[in-house]
T-cell receptor, first 114, second 116 residues
Framework: AQSVTQPDIHITVSEGASLELRCNYS??????LFWYVQSPGQGLQLLLK??????LVQGIKGFEAEFKRSQSSFNLRKPSVHWSDAAEYFC????????????FGKGTTLSVSS | DTGVSQDPRHKITKRGQNVTFRCDPI?????LYWYRQTLGQGPEFLTY????????KSRLLSDRFSAERPKGSFSTLEIQRTEQGDSAMYLCASSLHATGPLYEQYFGPGTRLTVT
């Protein structure tokens, strides 16, 4: 069965420092992978997605993610974090057999310190 | 594009009551999904529609849960005989499915259900 693991429940990063959020997936075929962000009181917003091709994908708000098939990983990165990036981040895999419904990880809460 | 809307945003109900939530997708989107999100967890897929057809419902949590999309536009999610364990955020998302590249799902703000 498909699953997503986000090993870090909570991460604190200083403003201006770099960020990497980890995501590991379990899926038999080539996965459809996504990163979403959820701010308090806001809906889920798509940051970036991977379907095929270039394994380094660029997203909105300066985020990028790298797909590594050998490690079953899709880690999210940002070179310099801003205070407004504080939010909850979810990694997800799409399930084609269910209309590409999304299977989400439990999320990582990002806090940004000044 | 006015986004996905959900109504109500908050619902408090007593155990044993029935509740119904509404989702209005982005107008040209033909797929509509329902998810549930409990505290400290990621969203959990429940069911989806393509136009008016419900193509996956095996992941609905129990037979107390049902969903409809009668004319392929808005959708409703009903929970009968609510239990305290049903307290959660219920999220709706929509997407445009067509041949070719995958289209992203756009999420609504959710309906927060509290069962007392």
């Amino acid at each position: 069965a498909q699953s997503v693991t986000q090993p870090d429940i909570h991460i604190t990063v200083s403003e201006g420092a770099s960020l990497e959020l980890r995501c590991n997936y379990s899926y038999g075929a080539t996965p459809y992978l996504f990163w979403y962000v959820q701010s308090p009181g806001q809906g889920l917003q798509l940051l970036l997605k991977y379907f095929s091709g270039d394994t380094l994908v660029q997203g909105i708000k300066g985020f990028e993610a790298e797909f590594k098939r050998s490690q079953s990983s899709f880690n999210l990165r940002k070179p310099s974090v801003h205070w407004s990036d504080a939010a909850e981040y979810f990694c997800a895999v799409g399930v084609p057999q269910a209309g590409t419904a999304l299977i989400f990880g439990k999320g990582t809460t990002l806090s940004v310190s000044s | 594009d006015t986004g996905v809307s959900q109504d109500p945003r908050h619902k408090i109900t007593k155990r044993g009551q029935n509740v119904t939530f509404r989702c209005d997708p982005i107008s040209e989107h033909n797929r509509l999904y329902w998810y549930r999100q409990t505290l400290g967890q990621g969203p959990e897929f429940l069911t989806y529609f393509q136009n008016e057809a419900q193509l996956e419902k095996s992941r609905l949590l129990s037979d107390r849960f049902s969903a409809e999309r009668p004319k392929g536009s808005f959708s409703t999610l009903e929970i009968q005989r609510t239990e305290q364990g049903d307290s959660a955020m219920y999220l709706c998302a929509s997407s445009l499915h067509a041949t070719g590249p995958l289209y992203e799902q756009y999420f609504g703000p959710g309906t927060r259900l509290t069962v007392t």
